[in-house]
């Protein structure tokens, strides 16, 4: 069964603990999503803590994607731009699918359903994200028509001797 996908759902204790969950297994199933592992809920959850605050004060939306049983399996966070020249396109942050979902069309559903999102919200041109390279998720990104368009080498430190590229993405939305 195809996920389900909302924009800015209810966000109360369930769906916290579940994205917490969610942000531990595809830490340590070496996803990268601003830690290494091991981690556990508890371990992000001030991070999302955080990402909560920004959607209170209206800087950041929520794209959850909810399996059968209602629990989040994905997630985007969708962040604004305060710059006045640049208003006009989102960073994309936080885009986690579960592991064991993984390989079944449900993370390019999950792109889709953050860029239809995207266009909905006036006045945007398109959606910026930033990867770890190692790990192909330029790949993955690009066949979701993101385009790379700029990379640091080395810029991302996940170990004393494991450095790994900062490759920023785009897609411009029609």
Same mark, same amino acid.
């Given at each position: 069964m195809a996920l389900r996908h909302v924009l800015d759902?209810?966000?109360?204790a369930r769906l916290t603990q579940g994205i917490c969950e969610l942000w531990a297994a595809?830490?340590?199933?070496?996803?990268?999503?601003?830690y290494v592992p091991p981690v556990t809920a508890d371990d992000v959850r001030p991070e999302l803590f955080?990402?909560?605050?920004a959607m209170a004060e209206g800087r950041m939306r929520l794209l959850v994607a909810y399996d059968e049983e209602d629990r989040p399996a994905g997630t985007a966070?969708?962040?604004?731009?305060?710059?006045?020249?640049?208003?006009?396109?989102? +960073? /994309?942050?936080?885009?986690m699918l579960r592991p064991d979902r993984q390989g079944r069309g449900e993370g390019r559903a999950l792109m889709d359903a953050v860029a239809d999102a995207v266009r909905g919200m006036d006045g945007m041109r398109g959606i910026r994200l930033t990867c770890r390279g190692g790990?192909?998720?330029?790949?993955?990104?690009?066949?979701?028509?993101?385009?790379e368009v700029g990379?640091?080498?080395?810029a991302i430190k996940v170990?004393?001797?494991d450095f790994?590229?900062?490759?920023?993405? +785009? /897609?411009?939305?029609?």
């Open positions: 759902p209810p966000t109360d595809v830490t340590n199933a070496g996803g990268a999503v601003g955080r990402h909560l605050n966070f969708v962040t604004f731009n305060t710059h006045r020249l640049m208003r006009h396109w989102v +960073w /994309l942050y936080t885009v790990l192909g998720l330029e790949d993955f990104y690009g066949s979701c028509g993101y385009k990379r640091v080498p080395d170990a004393d001797d790994r590229d900062d490759i920023t993405m +785009w /897609l411009q939305l029609r």
